[in-house]
């Protein structure tokens, strides 16, 4: 039997018999997923599909049709090459044939022709490519993606490396279990090597002193506890100097490592740029009881000193840096616009009532006072924010006109509940109504109880709440 590419039958005859016309279109239209039967003139003559699920637009009128004015352009010379080289021994290569399709989706078929009979005809037995090619699309689509998704990776890889290579602090990455250092930065090499020996695979702890490695253990415990963020100050036991060391969870995989930072308590590089007085007066700002923050000119908190961070209940300076100012001042949207487009105006503001809302929630009455400072080009606002504490209500005098009392209950809207503030309205109508009282009755509280329809217990009791005039008096007349 001829070649069709693989070995044929050895016995083609003793092994099949004589099998009929009937049975050979069957097999032939059983073998591929479509059949042509062609004549010596490249008409196609039949038909046959072997699958339900292959079609191909205008199947229909191939018969009678040249097999060559069935495909698509380019297809052509592909036809004539499968219809020359078809012989009765020999069968054609296998050629990709392509045919018009829905929506210029061509349809693609491989084809192989052989000559059978003796009136010249060929029969051409075509496998659909559409599910190969298909398959081949989603490969190319999946390479492209895994390449751009790796193009990515180590252009991250590169901006990592560099800010990793450049950053004034030190960045160390250890192993959680063990707490050996997996990668140190120049930086960090610097701070605790001195460039003497290599960091990478040796214990962190061991670069600090005993006090500062059983500080470093404990807060390890507790980074790997909580899942917080957390810092302490510990000393480096070869030069002797303190650093704020600050730790994070990182997971890779299955493992777990903490990125620390490692930042001197007095940076070296501000006490060689700027005085003793001006480093003092950091110092000083820092230790301020008063909270002081600094933002950009949006309002993104750029630093916190130590009191702001427990007004705001806080656990560290992390949870503040980054976040925007209006978070914890104010109605959100509200009073920090005010604030700021003040400060853009005139450069300072004095004593701007509002309220701070800690992380937690809590609410505290607070007076701000801002200015704006530009350096190199760059504006950046600082606040000094000072909690006010409760006073007790002291006695209206009598010259104090209404207005002005209103004024100030008009200040507290926004700023607390209509219900407190209401309540607030209420007691400062009844305080007023009361001193008009003693001052029509020259100071005699039986017919001041007595006009404002109250018991003089009542009075007394109301004297005491609002701290008007002197109750010594109170038993003698009782």
């Not at 699920?53 to 060559?68: C, L, N, P, Q, S």
């Not at 503030?421 to 009844?430: A, G, K």
Request: aromatic fraction near 6%; glycine fraction near 8%; charged fraction near 25%.
């Amino acid at each position: 039997m001829s070649d069709l590419g693989t070995k044929g039958f050895r016995q083609p005859r003793r092994s099949l018999g004589q099998i009929d016309t009937d049975a050979a279109a069957r097999l032939a239209a059983v073998a591929a997923d479509v059949s042509l039967i062609i004549d010596r003139k490249g008409t196609i003559v039949d038909v046959a599909f072997g699958t339900a699920a292959f079609t191909v637009e205008g199947w229909e009128d191939w018969i009678g049709k040249r097999w060559i004015d069935t495909v698509t352009s380019e297809s052509q010379p592909k036809v004539e090459a499968i219809l020359a080289e078809a012989t009765e021994e020999k069968p054609s290569r296998w050629r990709q044939v392509n045919y018009p399709g829905h929506e210029d989706n061509d349809v693609p078929v491989l084809y192989s022709a052989i000559k059978i009979g003796n009136k010249g005809r060929l029969v051409a037995l075509g496998r659909e490519l559409r599910s190969m090619a298909q398959l081949q699309q989603r490969l190319i689509t999946a390479q492209q993606s895994i390449e751009r998704e790796y193009a990515r990776l180590r252009q991250l890889e590169t901006r990592y490396k560099l800010l990793f290579q450049i950053a004034n602090e030190g960045v160390v990455i250890c192993d959680a279990g063990s707490l050996r250092i997996i990668e140190a930065n120049p930086r960090a090499e610097e701070m605790l090597a001195r460039g003497n020996r290599p960091l990478v695979g040796t214990s962190f702890t061991r670069a600090f002193t005993s006090d500062g490695e059983a500080a470093l253990r404990g807060m390890f415990a507790a980074v790997r506890a909580r899942g917080e963020i957390d810092e302490t100050a510990v000393q480096i036991k070869e030069s002797g100097e303190t650093v704020t060391v600050t730790a994070s969870l990182l997971r890779q995989g299955d493992a777990t490592l903490f990125l620390l930072r490692l930042m001197p308590a007095t940076p070296a590089s501000l006490s060689q740029e700027v005085g003793l007085s001006d480093i003092a007066l950091l110092g000083l700002v820092e230790r301020l009881p008063d909270g002081f923050v600094v933002t950009n000119t949006d309002g993104l908190i750029l630093d916190a000193n130590t009191s702001f961070i427990e007004m705001a209940r806080a656990a560290s300076e992390e949870h503040i840096k980054g976040r925007y100012l209006e978070e914890f001042l104010g109605r959100q949207g509200v009073d920090l616009s005010v604030l700021l487009s003040n400060l853009r105006e005139h450069g300072q503001l004095r004593h701007f009532e509002t309220t701070l809302r800690s992380i937690v929630g809590t609410l505290e009455d607070v007076d701000v006072s801002a200015a704006m400072v530009a350096d190199n080009g760059q504006s950046a606002f600082g606040f000094t924010i000072r909690p006010i504490r409760s006073r007790p209500v002291q006695a209206s005098r009598p010259d104090v006109p209404l207005a002005r009392s209103v004024d100030e209950m008009t200040k507290l809207v926004g700023r607390i509940p209509l219900r407190d503030l209401v309540r607030e309205t209420t007691d400062m109508i009844e305080r007023l109504c009361i001193e008009a009282a003693l001052k029509l009755t020259q100071d005699n509280r039986a017919l001041a109880a007595e006009m404002l329809g109250l018991s003089r217990q009542s009075l007394y009791t109301k004297l005491r709440r609002y701290g008007i005039a002197d109750l010594d008096t109170e038993e003698t007349e009782s």
